[in-house]
């Protein structure tokens, strides 16, 4: 039997590709068996697990949180934490003392609450994260704000 040779792929090429919409990745595609929506320009897929939620947001290019959901939850700062992995694109996280991270896929993503937040580039962004509604803070041992320990 020959020797198997590695096979180096990025992440994308090892879904299922069948997605025609030229506008699309098979990671945009909507996700069977999951609720379905859309809010302040982002598409969710929403999966219940235990007690908690798996999502896919799909954030597409040009999104900002100030701009697009502010008008729809009200407040100065996203204060929603957020955890999982970006998989496709770029975001930019502003805290409300200024300190910025950004994230490019493939990425862990830990956000917690009292952020802006944006796409970076002409690319969709994509994030699978694990979502305990407003308990996610405290049932992750997330820290309630930015901070800088010293």
């Not at 039997?1 to 180096?8: D, E, K, T």
């Not at 999502?55 to 100065?76: A, E, F, I, N």
């Not at 409300?96 to 937040?117: K, L, N, S, T, W």
Request: net charge negative.
């Amino acid at each position: 039997m020959p020797a198997r040779r590695p096979v180096h792929v990025r992440h994308r090429a090892i879904l299922d590709t069948t997605c025609h919409n030229g506008g699309m990745t098979s990671l945009e595609a909507p996700l069977r068996g999951a609720a379905h929506t859309q809010i302040g320009g982002l598409v969710v897929d929403d999966v219940t697990v235990g007690s908690g939620h798996l999502k896919r947001l799909v954030y597409p290019p040009g999104w900002r949180w100030s701009t697009h959901m502010r008008p729809v939850t009200g407040g100065d700062l996203c204060m929603h934490a957020h955890v999982g992995m970006l998989v496709q694109g770029r975001i930019a996280i502003e805290y409300g003392d200024g300190c910025r991270e950004e994230f490019e896929a493939p990425a862990a993503v830990v956000v917690v609450p009292g952020h802006d937040g944006w796409v970076v580039g002409d690319e969709a962004a994509v994030l699978v994260q694990y979502d305990c509604g407003a308990d996610t803070v405290e049932r992750l041992g997330l820290p309630s704000a930015h901070r800088h320990d010293t």
